[in-house]
């Protein structure tokens, strides 16, 4: 699986405004449902949250990666978004988030989903491609940073 195979390009935000993480979440989910018709971005919302109260996705060395599972979606879909000044996402690190690639896969989907938290998760161990997407002065940036990891592995 090609993480640019289900990233929605459309859905993409450069600079968020957000201060809070659930302000980046709502971002995230209106961005993401404005672009799927089969997402509810308040319903995604809720899953996002439901999932953060479990343990926070803040991974650390500056990323998240707000995940979860969508009755009704037929299709893993996932987004990115970027925060220059950084958000407090509760961090195993308990340093700022600066970059979110937001996950979201069908109810079902089985290991479908493991497997793309294992992939996205491998990209950000990599310093280069955080330097890469925070640098990126365009999504056209962003997008090619994404594929030319999506080539190595």
């Known amino acids: 699986m090609k993480i640019m ?16 993480k659930r302000e980046l979440l709502v971002d995230l989910s209106g961005s993401l449902a404005r672009c799927e018709p ?10 996002l949250l ?3 109260e479990l343990q926070s ?10 995940h979860g599972k969508m009755p009704g979606l037929s299709r893993l879909v ?4 970027r ?15 600066h970059l979110f690639f937001l996950l979201v896969v069908p109810e079902h989907s089985g290991g479908q989903h493991l497997k793309a938290l294992a992939r996205i998760s491998r990209f950000f161990r990599d310093a280069a491609f955080r330097k890469a997407l925070m640098e990126a002065e365009s999504a056209s940036d962003v997008f090619r940073a994404i594929e030319e990891e999506d080539a190595k592995f």
């Open 5 to 20: 195979d289900i990233l929605v390009r459309e859905a993409v935000i450069l600079d968020v405004s957000a201060t809070t």
């Open 38 to 47: 089969e997402l509810d971005a308040e319903r995604l919302l809720t899953v």
């Open 50 to 52: 439901e999932r953060e």
């Open 57 to 66: 996705t803040g991974i650390g060395d500056g990323v998240a990666i707000p």
């Open 78 to 81: 996932a987004s990115f978004a």
């Open 83 to 97: 925060s220059r000044e950084g958000v407090d996402f509760e961090s195993i690190d308990g340093q700022p988030s």
